[in-house]
């Protein structure tokens, strides 16, 4: 990631000469000098990053350049804003040329002129050190293709690692996963006769290569398959050495095989494997796939003979797994549970203990240990390393040492842990590695709203700003590309939504680390750290109180995030002084913080450049006029304790970048006039009533509460661009005519809450959603027969929504659909489904229908919904 930065810094340098003519010619000179040099550096990276593990002066010459680069951005950033530009959606360039503004004002010329001229002097200091630290030539292999890369150190390196995992016993192996080995057991022997792919995926270190390599032994396949071979391909991989690695377990190395191999071509080879397999029925093992095109490029060579063939391949990747066979089996490994990680600890710290209940050692250090199993959160490759760890160390306190700084011992004493968790976080883009990196400025443990997490990604300017009606798509895209990685776990969902999400200890671990080597943020915690940050991004883990009352004025800071439970109370003369000292913030998360009074103090307003506001949770009723002073900001976040509102003066209006806003309040805003919204979230039906909804162009996703019968839903209609709605009736109260909602052509979510006096009302839904929620609606007749006509409905849940008796679902009804959920149709006793009905449904919940006695047969053989899915009334805070 090193070279991403100092490439980021370098463009922006080059934007920055190309956009300013009226530089002086001594300005312009050190800017060209400092781009060119940071250039110049830029082709030592590669090597110093592979040297900065063993060499820490090597690690401290990077640490220098990364800070420099950054620097350099935030310098540009700053006075680029500083020259009075206000359009947040301008890109970086467009902000650049503002900086015209900058040359007409000699105070802000001259200390833009001083920072570049101390970062010069600077990088002049990190040049000397380079002879010193005697990085002097370059990394020859740079940008050579995966298939030339095989004997690259690393590569090799992780190859050895794979080969001598530590867990790789049978006895320890299955511990929590015998039921797995015993699906896929049955899923390689059935009787299918095309070539299968099996695919085991999830996150480096839950036991994929363990898994298969116990399905390859197991005398069952054994038995089956007399024709078998094993390839570990990596990230980097050669092609030609897979397809000779696998002619080699079928006919021997002999020497006379082994020079005809060396001398074929890759066709010549792929052509020769296929002639070796087409009689035979073969089991190949495919172990740690990155890249799907390393899967394209070996199964020319495996044929399908319709003789039951069968292939098992693990990645990390979620995408790979899904698509290497459109009608193969994939399998996501899960991390262990308490008690099955607490089995596999004992087994691993006294091996011949197999019955793993027996006390092996003193409550006090079984307590010790149990606390220490606990932080490996399920994660076998932990547990096991941990177990090993702690059987060479005696006594209480030697546990008591290995608890206090667990990471740190545990990568010591094992290298596995660092390199097979490096391994995703080095396959990222430069983008997705920010986005990742981005995690660890949250506390260990923390559950992560997605949404929230989405925004700041957005003000901290991860997203690139391609187009910027598609930056919120991007930053999901980014998410669930993390995902499907395996490197974020998901925590909460909806549906098809991801509402929360969080990252493993050991990967917090690892993004901590990679963002501290980049400059990326600080945590401030004088527990663990006692200097001073210095870095452009804080996060507050502790101790507010004495963070707040450092000198950090020299310091352009541009985000900062509390997450200090114990901090009660916040003057006003504090946060005064806090918005004189960073006037430069973009981000600014008070979440959790109690004011000494109910309100904001004015000087927010004086936080100009900022993007993203957060409040909530916070006592902050009102809000000051001073807040109309933030033209830059995009996201508003003031949604207080649950059903309290906040007072927000008319000056919000004037807030005309703001993309996503997030409150309860009780005057009314003149909302139409901040165009570029694209979230509106928790705004009451009062407030809406006058707006101009036509004007709101760019209106996504619209919350609406205390909805009455009187009021009309026709302003909705006009939001050509609305993808998702939640309407919530004030408590008793039935909705008006649904009709103008048939308006809203692209709207694909639906959340309604509260009396449908019609059923005919739901006829003249869009034909356009894919997620339905009928809360409260009390219909009189079965609503199925109309619902069971939506053409592309996915996502169904009916909550006291129905007073009937019986649903019914008719033939071919429910085409599309994959969840149903059914809560407190109290009175529902029959449910007659049709054999051609619901025919994808993948997921059913059924709670709270006591007279619902039996179900269909098929859907019996349903997966229940999991258990982090958040019911309806939690995720939107339904009001009673």
């Known amino acids: 990631m090193v070279d991403a930065v100092v490439s980021y810094a370098v463009q922006k340098l080059g934007d920055f000469l190309i956009e300013e003519v009226s530089l002086r010619q001594s300005l312009r000179e050190n800017v060209l000098w400092l781009r060119n040099e940071l250039s110049f550096m830029q082709a030592f990276l590669k090597d110093a990053e592979k040297k900065q593990a063993e060499d820490h002066l090597v690690q401290q010459w990077i640490f220098e350049i990364t800070s420099v680069a950054n620097e350099a951005v935030a310098i540009l950033e700053t006075y680029s804003l500083d020259g009075g530009l206000n359009d947040g959606n301008a890109g970086f360039v467009d902000r650049l040329k503002a900086c015209a503004c900058i040359c007409q004002n000699e105070a802000n010329f001259h200390n833009i002129g001083t920072d570049i001229q101390s970062l010069k002097q600077r990088v002049m200091d990190i040049s000397r050190k380079r002879d010193t630290y005697g990085i002097t030539h370059i990394n020859n292999n740079a940008g050579e293709g995966p298939s030339n890369r095989s004997n690259d150190p690393s590569s090799t390196l992780i190859r050895s690692l794979r080969r001598a995992v530590s867990y790789a016993d049978e006895d320890q192996l299955f511990v929590g996963f015998r039921e797995v080995f015993q699906r896929l057991l049955d899923e390689l022997i059935k009787k299918e006769s095309r070539r299968n792919v099996l695919s085991i995926y999830g996150m480096g270190g839950l036991g994929k290569t363990t898994l298969a390599r116990n399905l390859y032994n197991s ?71 990155w890249h799907r095109e390393a899967w394209e490029s070996l199964k020319r060579a495996l044929p399908d003979n319709n003789n039951g063939s069968r292939v098992i391949l693990t990645t990390r990747k979620e995408d790979v797994a899904e698509r290497v066979d459109d009608k193969g089996f994939s399998h996501k490994l899960r991390f262990l549970n308490k008690e099955e990680s607490w089995d596999l600890f004992c087994k691993k710290l006294c091996p011949e203990n197999k019955m793993g209940s027996t006390y092996l050692f003193s409550p006090l250090m079984e307590k010790l240990a149990k606390e220490m199993v606990e932080k490996c959160r399920g994660l076998p490759l932990a547990i096991v390393v941990l177990g090993g760890l702690l059987s060479h160390r005696k006594g209480v306190d030697e546990w008591q040492k ?31 590695k920010q986005c990742f990196l981005y995690f660890g400025i ?41 995902i499907s990685r395996s490197l974020i776990q998901v925590a909460e ?114 936080l100009v450049h900022l993007k993203f506001l957060g409040l909530s949770n916070t006592n902050v009723f009102k809000l000051p006029p001073s807040i109309g002073k933030l033209k830059s900001l995009e996201t508003l976040e003031a949604l207080i304790t649950d059903h309290c509102s906040c007072e927000l003066p008319p000056q919000v209006a004037q807030l005309t970048n703001l993309r996503h806003f997030v409150a309860r309040y009780e005057v009314p805003l003149q909302v139409d006039k901040l165009t570029n919204l694209r979230t509106l979230k928790y705004i009451r039906c009062d407030q809406w009533k006058d707006t101009d909804a036509a004007a709101l162009v760019n209106l996504q996703e619209l919350g609406m509460e205390r909805i009455r019968k009187s009021y009309s839903l026709k302003s909705i209609g ?19 005519p649904l009709e103008p909602l048939s308006s809203c052509e692209n709207l694909h979510r639906l959340w309604l809450s509260g009396g449908i006096e019609e059923l005919a009302d739901l006829n003249k839904l869009p034909k356009s959603i894919t997620l339905l929620v009928l809360g409260s609606a009390k219909l009189k007749e079965d609503p199925m027969p109309i619902l069971g006509k939506f053409p592309n409905l996915k996502h169904l849940e009916l909550s006291w929504a129905y007073n009937g008796k019986k649903i019914t679902c008719e033939g071919n009804s429910f085409g599309q659909l994959e969840t149903l959920r059914l809560d407190f149709l109290e009175n529902l006793e029959s449910w007659h489904l049709a054999t051609t009905a619901m025919s994808l449904i993948k997921g059913l919940s059924i ?29 939107y805070r339904f009001p009673n």
């Open 493 to 606: 969902t909806f549906f098809d939504k991801i509402l929360t999400c969080r990252i493993h200890d050991l990967l917090r671990d690892l993004a901590v680390q990679k963002a501290m080597e980049v400059n990326l943020f600080d945590i401030y915690d004088p527990r663990v750290n006692l200097g001073i940050p210095f870095r452009h991004r804080h996060a507050i883990h502790t101790r507010t109180q004495r963070y707040l009352s450092l000198d950090l004025s020299k310091l352009k800071v541009r985000s900062i995030l509390f997450f200090d439970k114990e901090f009660k109370n916040l003057e006003d003369k504090n946060f005064m002084t806090f918005c004189t000292t960073f006037q430069h913030l973009y981000v600014l998360d008070l979440e959790n913080i109690i004011f000494s009074r109910n309100e904001l103090p004015h000087t927010i307003g004086d």
């Open 219 to 289: 005398p069952s396949l054994l038995a089956i398959f007399h024709t078998r071979a094993w390839i570990c391909v990596s990230q980097q991989y050669s092609t030609p050495d897979l397809l000779r690695s696998i002619i080699k377990s079928i006919q021997g190395c002999d020497e006379e095989t082994l020079k005809m191999l060396k001398e074929m071509t890759e066709r010549d080879l792929e052509t020769h494997l296929r002639d070796q397999l087409k009689e035979r029925k073969y089991l190949v093992v495919v172990d740690d796939v």
């Open 402 to 432: 290995v608890k206090t700084h667990i990471w740190q011992h545990m990568k010591n004493d094992s290298i596995e842990i660092h390199h097979i968790l490096s391994l995703s976080y080095n396959d990222l883009s430069f983008e997705l």
């Open 718 to 736: 006009s939001l050509k661009r609305l993808t998702t709605l939640w309407l919530v009736c004030q408590y008793g109260q039935n909705f008006p």
């Open 847 to 875: 709670f709270q229908c006591h007279n619902l006695k039996k179900i269909p047969e098929r859907m019996k053989h349903v997966a229940v919904h999991g258990s982090n899915q958040r019911r309806t009334e939690y995720y």
């Open 442 to 482: 949250f506390q260990e443990d923390e559950v992560i709203d997605t949404e929230k997490l989405m925004y700041l990604w957005l003000a901290e300017g991860f997203i690139p700003r391609i187009r910027e009606e598609h930056m919120e798509d991007m930053a999901e895209n980014f998410l669930h590309e993390l």
